[in-house]
């Protein structure tokens, strides 16, 4: 028997490295609590496609609710909410929340999305320098973003780098945001379009602190929910 079990709302379900980056909202007696990132043993803690698997051979989706087996609690500096996944077993699906359940499961922090002040060549208050964040006591948020826009484009091409990215410039707290989006539904949606900037009214982001890359922790768009995405299960 695993040593304890995770009910959680899949908040995000996002790429990393050759796996995922799951993550969710606990949840019991439909209420939401703690956030919680299911990892594996793996340097990295992504997670593969048969580690997340349903017993029927589907995968988890967007705004399930999910029993993952654990093995134990493995916070790593800001990222305080990891618990290590007992490979052995199924996840489990236990229902499903649409779009007006998931608004009971949003964050209000209070100004910043954690430290503001450091952005990259390509984004706006998108990086914090890692010995700053390894005072955080988090590492994920559920926002309304104000004023969204999908960039669509080439960031790197005058640097020789001709891959295309998809970004998320939107206002939260009286403060501008531009970071990437790793949800792999959404990428694969304007990627399959044209280079541009694409407004969307009305959304709910996960934003993801994720591992320390280059000397910073990148502030990732990990989901992002719209009203239709809901009604869709996607």
Not at 154 to 167: L, W
Request: aromatic share 10%; net charge negative; glycine share 10%.
């Amino acid at each position: 028997m695993p040593d304890y079990d995770k009910t959680i709302v899949c908040l995000a379900n996002s790429k990393k490295m050759s796996g995922r980056c799951v993550a969710g909202k606990s949840y019991e007696d439909d209420e939401f609590g703690e956030w919680i990132r299911p990892i594996s043993d793996r340097e990295h803690g992504e997670v593969s496609e048969q580690e997340r698997q349903y017993e029927d051979g589907s995968y988890p989706k967007v705004l399930e609710i999910i029993s993952i087996p654990m093995k134990r609690h493995q916070p790593h500096t800001y990222q305080q909410e990891n618990h290590v996944i007992n490979a052995d077993y199924y996840w489990e699906r236990r229902g499903r929340l649409g779009w007006d359940e998931l608004q009971d499961g949003l964050d209000e922090p209070d100004g910043a999305l954690w430290i503001n002040g450091y952005s990259s060549t390509s984004g706006t208050n998108d990086r914090i320098p890692e010995g700053e964040a390894a005072a955080l006591d988090s590492s994920l948020n559920l926002i309304v973003p104000e004023r969204l826009h999908i960039w669509v484009g080439q960031p790197g091409i005058n640097f020789g780098n001709p891959k295309r990215q998809v970004r998320a410039d939107f206002r939260f707290q009286g403060s501008s945001y531009n970071v990437v989006v790793t949800d792999p539904a959404v990428t694969r949606e304007y990627f399959a379009g044209q280079n541009g900037t694409y407004a969307v009214p009305e959304a709910v982001i996960c934003v993801s602190l994720g591992e320390p890359m280059g000397g910073y922790a990148y502030k990732l768009a990990a989901c992002l929910i719209t009203p239709q995405r809901a009604a869709a299960g996607a």
